[in-house]
């Protein structure tokens, strides 16, 4: 049988390593890899020293020590989870307007080859055409 | 005032698999109004662009579907780098007579507004004349019909709707409204009368569950839209 702390100690380290191997291969980008190492790093520290949970529970007063990275687990997960959908809105709009876009310049195009005029000569174009 | 020109004028219809009818609605806006039309393709899988095309009109097609209200605002964004002072919003399936196209300039000519909506009060069924209720008090606009497809849009309102900002609303309803009033524009509608869908349903009211979702996503875009100003704008627009 094992020891609980070897087993904690396997599981962090694995995490840990799942995690280092993902940044390395460029699976996890930019602001991703950084939040994500974090999180590989204290899985690390936790697994291989379970101590550190204990101390954290006499510090922060929680008579049931274990519970404490739970709960701040359950928190970042929603906290993560918050900004994911924050960023698939902003996705979403970025997406539909890229594709507006690329349908008016498609039809442009087309007419252009075609070498018609412009549907409506464009009075005032503006220089700069926001997405 | 004198009546928007013709030529300045953009028709601007979203159409997805409305092959059956789009050629017809785009003939009728044509003789109506002999103003440009174009058919924002949103995906279709059924030929409605050529459809368009073959009946006059210009096309651009939307390779990622996007809803009623993305089709539209392609449109929109088109006829704002395009030049033109005016667009109309049509539906693709026929419900919208294009005779009752010149009684929106008219009414725009009359009180100068910046969006004028073709309203079909009789066509109102009981579930809808609830929900009309509800987001009447809710948004503080008084208006008759919020999801009539049938609108005439001025520069200023062209301008607004383009941005990114309405970008991720999904339909052309009590989102683009709220946005035009907070932002002052004036309001106005004409009764117009409407044909029975010659093919096709309400993608809005199709069953009691469609319309609750319906309901509880619009509360809730009240709710985040919902501040003093537009408020106040919107009692100018109801001219109270």
Partial sequence: MLDAQITAAILGVCLAGAIFYLVRRDHLHGPYAAWWLMVAAATLILGIFPAVVTWLGLLTGIKYAPVLPIIVALSLILLRLLKLDIDRSRQERQIRRLTQKLAILDHELQSLRAGEAKPAQAQSTPETWED | ?????????????????????????????????????????DASTDGTA????????????????????????????????????????????????????????????????????????????????????????????????????????????????????????????????MLLAGKGLKISETPVTMRARIEGHSRVFASWAMVARYMFNTTILCISRLDIGSRNNAAKARGT
Wanted: hydrophobic share 50%.
């Fill in chain 2, 1 to 41: 005032m004198s009546l928007p020109a013709p030529a300045e004028c953009l028709a601007v219809i979203p159409a997805r698999d409305e092959v059956a009818t789009v050629g017809a609605v785009v003939c009728g806006i044509r003789a109506a109004l002999g103003c440009a039309v174009l058919v924002v393709d």
């Fill in chain 2, 50 to 177: 050529s459809a368009a095309q073959l009946a006059g009109a210009t096309v651009l097609r939307l390779p990622i579907g996007q809803g009623a209200w993305g089709a539209s605002q392609a449109g929109i964004r088109f006829a704002e780098r395009n030049g033109y002072r005016w667009v109309i919003t049509v539906d693709a399936d026929g419900q919208h007579d294009p005779a009752s196209l010149p009684l929106l300039l008219a009414r725009q000519a009359q009180e100068s507004a910046n969006v004028v909506i073709g309203t079909c009060v009789e066509r109102l069924s009981l579930p809808k004349r609830i929900a009309w209720q509800y987001l009447r008090m809710l948004t503080g606009l008084g208006l008759r019909d919020f999801t009539s497809g049938l609108r005439l849009y001025d520069a200023s309102a062209m301008r607004i709707l383009a941005t990114p900002e309405a970008s991720l609303l999904d339909f052309q309803d009590v989102g683009v409204l």
